[in-house]
């Protein structure tokens, strides 16, 4: 650990947002790299006169910054870390960085499912960092669940996360597409959660640098018109589903209504859709019959 004053790291803060970038980036490479909270972030001006500790020193800080600001790639791929609802999770450029709106998919679970002392079988198509299969396996321990992934790059990490975030095992991972690992399991899900690649074509194109130059395309792009992986997921769902069963989806923000009909029109019923913090319909919910 390496002590400096708490005044010399503020005008160094100063001097690195000077150069660009954005607070929250800056505020997860010290998190991150730095081993200083984003807690302490907050209070240090509070208390100039004080010392801190961190992991690595600043000149290592600045040129992950630099590097950063050079290229526009994501600091949580540059950490090898990033911060989702209340887990620290490894990240590669093989995943996904999981989205603060994509936490909404777990308190949707929450508020359909109830107490932790509830017991259920789920299964997530596509987990990346393996995010909300995490969040649910700890959230529901008694419960159990699957998460399956295409890239066996991806379920690595995704494993990896799991078993940095729990001594539980109620959680287990398979390498294929959407449905194909869960062949056994026909008709035994309580419900089923994806987070499906939705990007229109035309709309990945015109993606941020940052996204497009770094973040997995098998992960980004849903076909000419977003909806492609959406289709075959909602299509094969009822094969899997108990009677009653959930299908719980995110989708683009434009695509709620017709993420509607192609629910209705393979049976499902008390079908919502659930805006994010931003007024967005975010998520498409429905329960097969």
């Given at each position: 650990?390496?002590?400096?004053?708490?005044?010399?790291?503020?005008?160094?803060?100063k001097k690195?947002?000077?150069?660009?970038?954005?607070?929250?980036?800056?505020?997860?490479?010290?998190?991150?790299?730095?081993?200083?909270?984003?807690?302490?972030?907050?209070?240090?001006?509070?208390?100039?006169?004080?010392?801190?500790?961190?992991?690595?020193?600043?000149?290592?800080?600045?040129?992950?910054?630099?590097?950063?600001?050079?290229d526009?790639?994501?600091i949580?791929?540059?950490?090898?870390?990033?911060?989702?609802?209340?887990?620290?999770l490894?990240?590669?450029?093989?995943?996904?960085?999981?989205?603060?709106?994509?936490?909404?998919?777990?308190?949707?679970?929450?508020?359909?499912?109830?107490?932790?002392?509830?017991?259920?079988?789920?299964?997530?198509?596509?987990?990346?960092?393996?995010?909300?299969?995490?969040?649910?396996?700890?959230?529901?321990?008694?419960?159990?669940?699957?998460?399956?992934?295409?890239?066996?790059?991806?379920?690595?990490?995704?494993?990896?996360?799991?078993?940095?975030?729990?001594?539980?095992?109620?959680?287990d991972?398979?390498?294929?597409?959407?449905?194909?690992?869960?062949?056994?399991?026909?008709?035994?899900?309580?419900?089923?959660?994806?987070?499906?690649?939705?990007?229109?074509?035309?709309?990945?194109?015109?993606?941020?640098?940052?996204?497009?130059?770094?973040?997995?395309k098998?992960?980004?792009?849903?076909?000419?018109?977003?909806?492609?992986h959406?289709?075959?997921?909602?299509?094969n769902?009822?094969?899997?589903?108990?009677?009653?069963?959930?299908?719980?989806?995110?989708?683009?923000?434009?695509?709620?209504?017709?993420?509607k009909?192609?629910?209705?029109?393979?049976?499902?019923?008390?079908?919502?859709?659930?805006?994010?913090?931003?007024?967005?319909?975010?998520?498409?919910?429905?329960?097969?019959?």
């Amino acid at each position: 650990m390496l002590c400096i004053s708490i005044k010399e790291f503020l005008l160094w803060k100063k001097k690195q947002l000077s150069k660009g970038g954005d607070q929250q980036s800056f505020a997860v490479l010290l998190d991150c790299l730095g081993g200083i909270s984003i807690n302490d972030q907050n209070f240090m001006s509070l208390n100039p006169e004080g010392k801190l500790y961190l992991k690595k020193n600043l000149n290592y800080l600045g040129s992950i910054w630099d590097n950063h600001l050079l290229d526009s790639q994501p600091i949580q791929y540059l950490c090898g870390i990033t911060f989702w609802r209340n887990l620290k999770l490894k990240v590669s450029n093989k995943v996904l960085i999981p989205r603060s709106e994509t936490e909404l998919i777990v308190d949707i679970v929450l508020n359909k499912f109830g107490k932790k002392s509830e017991k259920f079988f789920f299964a997530e198509l596509g987990t990346g960092s393996g995010a909300i299969s995490i969040a649910l396996a700890l959230a529901y321990p008694l419960s159990n669940g699957i998460a399956t992934d295409i890239d066996q790059d991806a379920l690595e990490v995704a494993i990896e996360n799991y078993r940095n975030a729990s001594k539980q095992s109620n959680l287990d991972f398979f390498c294929g597409n959407w449905w194909d690992p869960l062949e056994s399991l026909r008709g035994k899900l309580d419900f089923a959660i994806s987070n499906p690649p939705y990007i229109p074509k035309d709309t990945y194109e015109k993606l941020p640098k940052e996204v497009k130059n770094f973040e997995p395309k098998v992960a980004l792009l849903g076909g000419e018109d977003g909806l492609k992986h959406i289709r075959e997921i909602i299509q094969n769902a009822p094969l899997f589903l108990k009677e009653k069963g959930w299908l719980i989806l995110e989708n683009h923000f434009d695509q709620g209504e017709k993420v509607k009909q192609l629910l209705l029109k393979n049976k499902f019923t008390s079908i919502e859709i659930i805006k994010d913090l931003s007024g967005i319909g975010r998520f498409t919910i429905g329960r097969y019959k």
